[in-house]
């Protein structure tokens, strides 16, 4: 299938992740549907996304007209099987646990039409580890988008071993024609590119703040001064969502087995604390 052959995009979850890509999927002309489990966050979603664009048009970065003709093009729904039943790329954005994924794909191998092809934005959770769940392993790869994706233009497509090359072909002409940057790996590899390097630096500034060598916000000064990146690895946390940012360490444990991939105790603490970020008000800073 060429993404030519694309008139229906399905997003799973309609959180951080699956509200801006659906967002971005229908503003680049494809009929769009974002599915979620509760309808709470679908609502959400639709509030965040209109006050998201209203800025943009207020703003002049987009015009009434597009931002309409997007909205007429996009859905919310928590009929899933429907919707899915006449897609023609499913992307999955649901929250980050294996489990999940592999119950989701599996439900939704039995219901997509058999050219759909089955993408997952997962940060951590490789397509091989889900491919095995459906009946169509060569239509099945990661699709991995940056927060905020309507800004953000990255995206890391990554097949696995069972992967067709027209899968491949497809997601990365899909990602073009979202208007993204699409990087194609040769292989699954833990964190792909950009989050690895992330974790790194990610790692060595939570290292530093637990042994006392300086306060996080100094750390972030430092890290924006001094190497111009545009935010702090604490304020990105914050962005992210600790929640996130604590399971995606989980994810990779389950995966590896190695302690060294558990979440930092700090990042623990704040995990059950319930204190995620931006999201809650409340992170390593405070929003209130
Ligand atoms: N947040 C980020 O910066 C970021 C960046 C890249 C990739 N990702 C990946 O994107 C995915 C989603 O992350 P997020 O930050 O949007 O999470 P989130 O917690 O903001 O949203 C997850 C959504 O999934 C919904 N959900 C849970 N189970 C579901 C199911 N069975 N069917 C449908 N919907 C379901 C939840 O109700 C929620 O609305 C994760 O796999 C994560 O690794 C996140």
Known sequence: MATTDISHVTVIGSG???????????????????????????????????????????KGRRTADDVRAAFDRLGFSLDRDTVVADTDFVIEAAIEDIEIKRSLFRDLDKVAPAHAILATNSSNIVSSSLA?????????????????????????????EHTSQETVDTTVELARAFGKQPVLLKKEAPGFI???????????????????????????????????????PFELMDMT????????????????????????????????????????????????
């Open 16 to 58: 951080t992740m699956g509200a801006q890509i659906g967002m971005v999927s229908a503003l680049s002309g494809y009929r769009t549907a974002i599915v979620d489990i509760a309808q709470d966050s679908l609502d959400r979603a639709s509030e965040m996304l209109h006050t998201r664009m209203d800025r943009d048009v207020d």
């Open 132 to 160: 095995d769940a459906v009946g169509r392993p060569d239509k099945v790869c990661n699709m991995h988008f940056f927060n905020p994706v309507l800004i953000m233009e990255c995206v890391e497509v990554v097949p696995n």
């Open 194 to 232: 950009a989050n690895r390097l992330l974790n790194a630096l990610r790692k060595e500034a939570v290292e530093l703040y637990e042994d006392g060598v300086a306060d996080f916000r100094d750390i972030d000064v430092a890290v924006k001064t001094a190497l111009r990146h545009p935010m702090g």
């Open 241 to 288: 969502g600790i929640d996130v940012v604590y399971l995606i360490r989980m994810a990779e444990y389950a995966q590896t087995g190695d302690p060294a991939s558990l979440p930092a105790q700090s990042v623990k603490d704040l995990y059950e604390k319930k204190q995620f970020g931006r999201k809650t008000g409340k992170g390593w800073y405070d929003y209130s």
